[in-house]
């Protein structure tokens, strides 16, 4: 390190020359325990020598940072301290909402609806930012005025390109695997190679994997050379249609699948279509994001075309996919609605579902609650209310219904007044948990219907409903005893047995006219075609050649075809304006 005393140590100031001794030795002193302190934290949540290292390039790449803006060795290892116990802290803060840590795309999609999200669920943090704040200047001064030292620019800037190259080399070498950030720990490690990670995909590929147009074309040139969607035709507004529901049933799947466990009897009827068919759904998640299945059915778009990223698919998408079913729909004279079980600013949810043509958006706050885990009949009740507003306008109304009581965990009994005659069928506590969850839910759907057909006898209803992803639980139940190693590749390979769930349709009033959509096995991103062609609503050109796809691929959408044919069809919505941005 370079080092140069400023010529205000030689100022009237400080006439001594033990004086100048003084301060350079407790500078000296200050800098040492500020970097012990900052060693200290990384070696406190990092763990193995990878994970160490790793941590320990990314501090000292801060440091340098800092340097280049400010060439005080002191004030910069007061502020790396500082960024270090911060992004920790804030990764074990997101950890304990979302079971996942911090990571680099949390800060390069970083949005005011997160902010909102957090202000709203946690009030008090702004009071601690603004407390943090403000003393964190004063402190900042006092170590700028004692700081005797100065590093040279050209020795930081050399320092900086060291460290990112060492943190591509090692993050490239021993890639993250997708159990990692669920762990809690290594916060700073994971933030580092989650960074060079998205860097790479969005130089290589950007934020969607689409076919590339040809270099040399302009875009317009491109799409006049290529078959492209035709535009959507009229769809006659004033035909009497069904009003839709498409129900989100939490954490759900048919849990016979398991070997030995054991349901009460006429469990496995709830997952039963109108037609008595039982009918399996491939999520592109499992075991937690519920947003994936959201994205699915609601675009018609396969999370997975967004690699890496694909966790804040909702957030990049947020205002740049306009098309999808609800889209559809209001097309044909539908009023639109989502009844969403939390805050509507999480993972840009409201921004995302108003983009695919939303246009009701009724979040927790709108329903009067300040908890997203409610009973289920609160959410069919809060429908209710809805279709009684709206029956002046005698429009068609489609709704998105988010159902909740399923959420885990299941290690504790959730309401156990409402099943007062429950009997556990004598598995473990956890399974019977999420197994008597599950009757609730179908009473209070049988309920729910009952009541449609009851309050509305002269209009007709189609409901379609869906688990959106297996529980946690599942990887337990599946295979018992699977080495987890093993496990993981499953994961990493998508097997189905972790991903299906089921989908199933109901009529109220009505019987759908046409299920040869409905396959007995078909992904997620299907979902807005059998539900188009069931009510009897004409397809829009995007969705015409989704359908074509569906029948080319046997139900597979992303999968077909090794991805050729999702890339295909995400380059047809570019280039129909459809899909912006990305």
């Known amino acids: 390190m370079e080092v140069d005393i ?31 302190a900052a060693l200290s934290v990384l070696l406190s949540w990092e763990y193995g020598p990878f994970a160490v290292t790793l941590s320990v390039l990314a501090w000292v790449f801060v440091n340098c940072v800092f340097l280049l803006v400010l060439p005080r060795p002191g004030v910069s290892a007061a502020l790396a ?3 270090m116990v911060l992004l920790i802290a804030l990764s074990r803060f997101k950890f304990d909402i979302l079971q996942l840590s911090l990571t680099f795309l949390d800060f390069l999609i970083i949005d005011r609806d997160t902010f909102s999200f957090l202000l709203s ?7 601690q930012l603004i407390m943090a704040g403000a003393l964190a200047i004063p402190v900042l001064w006092v170590v700028w005025r ?6 040279a620019r050209r020795l930081s800037l050399a320092v900086v390109v060291a460290t990112t190259l060492s943190m591509s080399v090692m993050s490239v070498a021993v890639p993250e695997q997708p159990w990692e950030p669920f762990q809690g720990v290594n916060h700073i490690s994971n933030l580092a190679r989650s960074g060079v990670v998205a860097v790479s995909r969005l130089t290589s590929t950007g934020w969607i994997e689409a076919d590339p147009a040809p270099s040399g074309l302009t875009p317009r040139a491109f799409a006049a050379g290529r078959p492209a969607l035709p535009p959507s035709g009229d769809c006659d507004t004033t035909a009497k249609r069904p009003h839709i529901i498409m129900l989100l049933d939490e954490s759900s799947f048919d849990v016979t699948a398991a070997p030995g466990v054991k349901v009460p009897e006429g469990y496995s009827d709830y997952f039963k279509s109108i037609d008595g068919i039982r009918r399996t759904m491939i999520a592109e998640a499992t075991g937690g994001p519920t947003w994936y299945t959201e994205f699915n059915v609601l675009s018609g778009m396969s999370a997975r075309s967004f690699g890496d990223l694909k966790f804040y698919v909702t957030r990049i998408s947020a205002g740049r996919v306009a098309r999808g079913l609800p889209q559809a729909l209001k097309r044909c004279g539908y009023k639109t609605f989502s009844l969403y079980p939390t805050y509507g600013n999480f993972l840009g949810a409201r921004t995302f579902q108003k983009g695919t043509g939303v246009g009701h958006f009724i979040d927790m706050a709108d329903m009067g609650v300040s908890e997203d885990m409610q009973p289920d009949k609160f959410y069919f009740d809060q429908a209710l209310k809805v279709f009684a507003a709206q029956q002046p306008s ?11 009581a399923n959420h885990f965990p299941w290690t504790s009994v959730y309401r156990p007044d409402l099943t007062p005659d429950w009997t556990p069928p004598g598995n473990t506590a956890e399974t019977d948990e999420y197994i008597r969850r599950q009757v609730m839910t179908a009473k209070d759907y049988r309920d729910f219907t009952a009541r449609l057909a009851r309050d509305y006898p002269d209009q007709s209803f189609m409901v379609l409903r869906f688990g959106d992803h297996q529980p946690a639980i599942s990887q337990k139940l599946l295979e018992p005893g699977i080495d987890r190693k093993v496990l993981a590749q499953r994961l990493m390979a998508a097997d189905p047995r972790y991903f299906s769930t089921y989908y199933a ?5 009505f019987s759908p006219p046409d299920l040869s959509s409905a396959l007995e096995t078909l992904d997620a991103a299907y979902i807005p075609i059998v539900i188009q062609d069931a009510a009897g609503i004409p397809l829009d050109p995007s969705f015409e050649e989704q359908k074509r796809i569906m029948l080319r691929c046997k139900g597979l959408f992303y999968a077909c075809k090794g991805g ?3 890339r295909r069809f995400n380059r047809l919505l ?7 941005g990305l």
């Open 574 to 580: 570019i280039d129909a304006g459809l899909v912006r």
């Open 564 to 566: 050729a044919e999702a």
């Open 6 to 36: 400023p010529a205000s140590i030689d100022s009237g100031a400080n006439p001594t020359g033990a004086a100048r001794g003084v301060r350079f030795y407790a500078g000296a002193a200050a800098i040492a325990a500020l970097h012990l």
């Open 121 to 127: 669920v946690f009030p008090q943090l702004r009071i």
């Open 505 to 509: 349709l109901d009529g109220i009033n």
């Open 146 to 151: 004692a700081d005797p030292f100065r590093v």
């Open 394 to 404: 005698q429009s068609p109304i489609f709704m998105f219904v988010y159902l909740t």
């Open 81 to 83: 301290l500082a960024l």
